[in-house]
């Protein structure tokens, strides 16, 4: 099991227990992840910490001033 951040610009996006779907991006160097259809967005991982599932189950929404952060779990095999 893994868990990830993302963030989510605008409220009631996303809701915990919700599942969802990931798309994964390429840069250079590193790999970003986005809930589909682009409502939050991941950090830059390393290609070595690349994420292998591509569904998840959102587990918790935080809110910040920076923003909100959505935490999603994923069974990775």
């Known amino acids: 099991m ?16 919700q599942k969802v ?11 970003y992840y986005t809930i589909d259809p682009s409502l939050a967005m991941s950090g830059n991982f390393p290609f070595n910490q690349r994420l292998l599932a591509r569904k998840g ?12 952060y959505v935490t999603v ?3 990775e095999e």
């Open 21 to 31: 779907r990931i798309t994964e991006g390429v840069l250079p160097s590193n790999y």
């Open 2 to 17: 893994r868990e990830m951040e993302f963030k989510m610009e605008r409220e009631g996006l996303l809701e915990a227990g």
């Open 73 to 75: 779990r994923f069974d």
């Open 57 to 68: 189950v959102v587990t918790a929404i935080r809110e910040l001033e920076s923003g909100f």
